[in-house]
């Protein structure tokens, strides 16, 4: 009898430290905001991904200016808001998190441009017919191709082709899809 306390606190310091630890994972991977992942896990994620695979780079329309006219409150519900809707709509296999303020990244693994765009298209025109406060999203997509000598990683290559093109759509006129390797838009795509 005069074992079973000690035997019970250490099963409840062990339990305690167990949770602390799967607090501390969640902490240093997702973001707080959002519960997507954050950019720390994005950038594993990107370095891992394949030939095949798909990147878009996310930026949220005049984010700011829901900032400044609604506050920033309603500005993270805006971004908690995106963040659900890609989460409802993306499938499981896909990667998707927020790089930071009002950027999004997606990896679409093992899925063609062509669909991975036409993807992003529909989420695209749902997401400004649904949208708090007007708000619109602007991508940039690219292949994940082979790994050339001056990269640090295929996939890292893909983002900052994608990253470019995002703001090839925000030249555009923004609420715009912009794929690689073709000058076109959601509208001549589809």
Not at 122 to 128: F, G
Not at 130 to 139: K, L, R
């Amino acid at each position: 009898p005069r074992y079973v306390v000690p035997a019970l606190a250490d099963a409840r310091l062990v339990a305690h430290r167990k949770q602390s630890e799967e607090l501390l994972t969640e902490d240093a991977t997702r973001d707080p905001l959002t519960g997507l992942w954050n950019r720390r896990s994005l950038e594993l994620a990107i370095h891992a991904a394949k030939v095949g695979d798909c990147i878009a780079m996310l930026d949220l329309d005049h984010f700011k200016r829901v900032n400044d006219t609604f506050g920033h409150g309603e500005g993270d519900l805006v971004l908690s808001a995106f963040a659900s809707f890609l989460g409802r709509r993306l499938r499981h296999m896909d990667i998707f998190g927020r790089l930071g303020g009002e950027e999004f990244v997606i990896i679409f693994t093992e899925t063609q441009l062509r669909d991975t765009c036409e993807i992003l298209c529909r989420l695209r025109q749902q997401w400004a017919e649904t949208a708090p406060h007007g708000t619109t999203f602007s991508a940039g997509v690219a292949t994940v191709g082979p790994v050339t000598p001056d990269a640090v990683s295929a996939g890292a290559a893909a983002l900052s082709r994608a990253d470019a093109l995002m703001y090839r759509a925000k030249a555009a006129g923004r609420n715009v899809v912009w794929c690689e390797g073709a000058d076109n838009t959601c509208e001549e795509l589809l």
